[in-house]
């Protein structure tokens, strides 16, 4: 039903009968004009009386309708809006501004930059006294209150993409008023959405999905060493798996590598859709320290997660503690004595704390004839923290290994001669990565067995009757013979350092992972000894000093929920750098597949208190906007129609004879 903003205009309609009255009066005076035969005359005056009376009321019809449409579109006429507001005036509007919201719409503009144009058009379509609130994934504290309409259109100019995803439920809590009307401005990602939840029945809920075409987009799934347990100057490979989420198979996509921002390999790679690929670096042995690695390529249109953050740490030293049977040199003392790469400590059994342990990435038992009880026990408690090796002693005491062992099958060996090792298997995942070459023609030591535990088919080195020399249960390795002169020489040969090296490395603890997500929590950083009571730091494109606890030699910093940005951080302590940490966005944002509004309706509850927007453009929006709230004006329509019988006249005036 048609409705007027200015009904009382309606009373002009009485004008109308100024025109009808001058029609049917007609005040001019006749004049009488005698003719002497007027049987021709009298046929002319009918034919000429029946066309002036079609024209007048021609022209009647015609000022009519002129004066009726002028008076309406002074009254101007509406059909009236399909929906209402609520009463406070107030309307709430999110406008998602994730990274996905990078995604071209129509392959013209961002979909951020549709979001931002519905947006105002929303804002400058309302009334002046209409308040509004805007809210983005930042929860910014400008949202926390409503502002006017020029308020608004000025945030508008500041919003930016946000490495922030936020859940339906996140979303409806921070909104959190009930009897109000919700614009929701988004492309309703699936990836990071969450669980369905029931919205609020007095919400005025109105959904404006910002849609685009399913894009391939390949960003990194994961990133990890070949060997994460790494020290400085062993060979390693950094593998990075990539993902193509979408229907194009991407051909030749150059990826490359930076270390501490220079370029350190490239390769390229096909990826099928929807598939994963894998392609690796080899590292270079000359990495020490603290190393900050990028790997990256070029892949349009979406190309915010085009970039990945990780770190290459090698400050570390691993700690090794040697346990022998007096205070002499041994070979186990030389080969962990590189100061650079180890933090090593040697003490006689008789002569040891046994809290020490717990500290250690390794432990060598190293010579003892027997294991009393007390380092027994010790070295269980130990277990799981690190890695142990057992070196077996001259005359081992078979019961006091066989405890701290645990091994059933294993006896004393009464040969006397040497025999010789056979060439390691180098399929074993011990080796990987241990040598450049694989050598069939590499000389292998020779040792004398005073243990023997068995059939081994994984032991790490054996003798070439197939008996294990050194083999792995765990965590724990165990050698068949004495590291001493006589007993082998093991320790001149080519593969002791490597072995050495490696067994070491097991040991390792994982303190600090290559990378983290931005959602990441805790941030756990070894520590040696923390002086003073000030708080260590994150320092990279901003300061932070988070909500952290000491336990024992861990640091545990306890990050807030997207306080971050992606990128390297430094974990400092006063003049001194604690680690090197990445952050990278959440791979859930790259995950570009989104529900359609309808589904985005179910997942809220459904009920007609919940719209859907259907618009692919500003323009179309701004009509849906209007017809919704504002009605449809026809002002405009009566003006011209008036505009129309006024040319009416004219012409009927003017050409009709």
Not at 52 to 71: E, H, I
Not at 192 to 199: A, Y
Not at 220 to 232: A, E, K
Not at 562 to 569: A, E, L, R
Request: hydrophobic letters at 40%; proline letters at 4%.
């Amino acid at each position: 039903m048609m409705s007027f903003n200015y009904p009382m205009f309606l009373w002009a309609l009485t004008a109308l009968a100024i025109p009808i009255i001058i029609h049917l009066f007609n005040f001019r005076k006749t004049t009488k004009v005698y003719f002497s035969n007027i049987k021709f005359l009298k046929q002319v005056k009918q034919e000429t009386t029946q066309k002036r009376k079609l024209k007048k009321y021609l022209v009647l019809a015609s000022r009519l309708l002129f004066l009726f449409f002028l008076v309406l579109a002074f009254a101007q006429p509406f059909f009236p809006a399909r929906e209402q507001l609520s009463s406070q005036r107030n309307i709430t509007i999110y406008l998602d501004n994730s990274f996905s919201m990078s995604a071209p719409v129509e392959g013209k503009i961002r979909a951020l930059d549709a979001g931002v144009s519905f947006v105002r058009e929303i804002v400058e379509l309302f009334p002046p006294e209409t308040r509004f609130k805007l809210l983005t994934n930042d929860f910014a504290p400008f949202s926390n209150s409503f502002k006017s309409g020029s308020e608004i259109i000025d945030q508008l100019s500041q919003v930016r993409h946000s490495p922030i995803s936020r859940t339906l439920d996140e979303i409806t809590r921070r909104i959190g008023e009930s009897g109000s009307t919700v614009f929701w401005v988004s492309d309703f990602q699936k990836s990071t959405l969450g669980n369905e939840i029931v919205i609020d029945s007095t919400w005025q809920l109105r959904l404006v999905p910002v849609e685009y075409d399913k894009l391939s987009n390949v960003f990194v799934d994961s990133v990890f060493l070949d060997n994460p347990f790494v020290i400085g100057g062993e060979k390693n490979s950094v593998r990075v798996r990539l993902r193509n989420e979408g229907p194009r198979t991407l051909d030749g996509l150059v990826t490359r590598l930076a270390i501490n921002g220079v370029q350190a390999a490239t390769t390229s790679v096909t990826i099928q859709p929807n598939s994963f690929v894998e392609t690796s670096f080899d590292l270079s042995g000359s990495l020490l320290g603290y190393n900050e690695a990028v790997f990256s390529f070029s892949d349009f249109p979406v190309s915010f997660d085009n970039e990945f953050y990780f770190t290459l740490n090698y400050s570390g030293k691993l700690r090794v503690i040697e346990i022998k049977p007096e205070a002499t040199t041994t070979f186990i003392e030389k080969v962990y004595g590189n100061r650079q790469l180890f933090d090593f400590r040697s003490y006689s059994v008789k002569n040891i704390d046994y809290s020490l342990l717990d500290g250690a990435d390794l432990v060598v038992v190293n010579g003892l004839n027997k294991i009393e009880s007390s380092l027994n026990a010790a070295l269980e408690s130990y277990s799981n923290k690190g890695s142990l090796l057992v070196v077996s002693g001259a005359q081992p005491d078979l019961d006091s290994y066989k405890k701290l062992l645990r091994l059933s099958d294993l006896k004393k060996v009464e040969k006397t001669e040497m025999e010789e090792l056979d060439r390691p298997d180098f399929r074993n995942p011990f080796f990987e990565n241990v040598f450049e070459e694989k050598t069939s023609a590499l000389a292998m030591p020779r040792a004398k067995r005073m243990l023997d535990w068995g059939v081994d088919r994984s032991a790490i080195l054996r003798f070439k009757n197939g008996t294990p020399y050194l083999s792995r249960f765990g965590n724990t390795f165990v050698m068949a013979s004495p590291l001493e002169k006589g007993a082998t020489d093991f320790f001149n040969n080519a593969l002791f350092v490597p072995v050495m090296y490696r067994i070491a490395s097991t040991g390792k603890k994982a303190e600090s992972k290559p990378y983290f997500y931005l959602s990441s929590s805790l941030v756990t950083v070894a520590t040696d000894s923390l002086v003073g009571e000030e708080p260590a730091k994150l320092i990279g494109q901003q300061e932070l000093v988070p909500s952290q606890r000491r336990m024992g030699d861990k640091l545990l910093l306890e990050i807030p929920r997207f306080s971050v940005s992606q990128g390297f951080y430094h974990v400092t302590h006063r003049r001194d750098t604690l680690d090197l940490v990445a952050f990278n966005l959440d791979k859930k944002e790259s995950l570009l597949g989104h529900f359609s509004a309808e589904e985005i309706k179910i997942s809220l509850g459904g009920g007609d208190h919940i719209s859907i927007f259907k618009a692919s453009s500003t323009e179309t929006f701004s009509n849906e906007i209007k017809d919704r709230y504002l009605g449809t004006p026809v002002w405009k329509y009566a003006l011209i129609l008036a505009l129309f019988f006024l040319l009416a006249e004219v012409l009927l005036i003017r050409f009709l004879k």
